[in-house]
T-cell receptor, first 116, second 110 residues
Framework: EAQVTQNPRYLITVTGKKLTVTCSQN?????MSWYRQDPGLGLRQIYY???????DKGDVPEGYKVSRKEKRNFPLILESPSPNQTSLYFC???????????????FGAGSRLTVL | EDQVTQSPEALRLQEGESSSLNCSYT??????LFWYRQDPGKGPEFLFT???AGEEKEKERLKATLTKKESFLHITAPKPEDSATYLC???????????FGPGTRLSVLP
């Protein structure tokens, strides 16, 4: 089944304790991105990647890092989490621009993070 | 700055009562406007892409339309299973960023 898989789905952590949220897709998509979703604010893009070793900042990158060493994986790293990073996080991917479904995002199920 | 707003914030309909959701956008050059559906506890699922003013797309009870400033998602004779949050997003022609609206939470009562 074509899908985007995120882990963990739920996480409670404390301020300053480094964590990584993994994201993997099995559709050979080139484009991958991370979003956070907060009530009343909608989905906001954190980082995106056009391909392996190519990443760029979205609208709210502060406090986050990403890497794209393999095409299928795009982990989100919080080096020193703070309470304002408590949110629902989504990873998404989309096929190449030449594809019929270009720019259509396939989302993971979400990771709910709470930072105390 | 690219912006997307959606109205209403929440909408409650009786089964069979048709209505429309609005998505207003500001973008320097539109590559595409996207509609997604999001069920509680799940990631958004793709519904439609619209590329140019005047374009329309249909899927079952849903029909999306696009003008130069806004898009409408028309829901005809909705059923309780249409209850979800509907998200609108735009992608500008100068980059790969997607800007999402806050969504409209639709409840269809039997």
């Amino acid at each position: 089944e074509a899908q985007v898989t995120q882990n963990p789905r739920y996480l409670i952590t404390v301020t300053g304790k480094k964590l990584t949220v993994t994201c993997s897709q099995n559709m050979n998509h080139e484009y991958m991105s991370w979003y956070r979703q907060d009530p009343g604010l909608g989905l906001r893009q954190i980082y995106y990647s056009m391909n392996v070793e190519v990443t760029d900042k979205g609208d709210v990158p502060e406090g986050y890092k990403v890497s794209r060493k393999e095409k299928r994986n795009f982990p989100l790293i919080l080096e020193s989490p703070s309470p304002n990073q408590t949110s629902l996080y989504f990873c998404a991917s989309s096929p190449p621009v030449a594809s019929r479904m270009a720019n259509v995002l396939t989302f993971g199920a979400g990771s709910r993070l709470t930072v105390l | 700055e690219d912006q997307v707003t959606q109205s209403p914030e929440a909408l409650r309909l009786q089964e069979g009562e048709s209505s429309s959701l609005n998505c207003s956008y500001t973008v320097s050059g539109l590559r595409g406007l996207f509609w997604y559906r999001q069920d509680p506890g799940k990631g958004p699922e793709f519904l439609f892409t619209l590329y140019s003013a005047g374009e329309e797309k249909e899927k079952e009870r849903l029909k999306a339309t696009l003008t130069k400033k806004e898009s409408f998602l028309h829901i005809t004779a909705p059923k309780p299973e249409d209850s979800a949050t509907y998200l609108c997003a735009v992608q500008a022609d100068y980059g790969q960023n997607f800007v999402f609206g806050p969504g409209t939470r639709l409840s269809v009562l039997p």
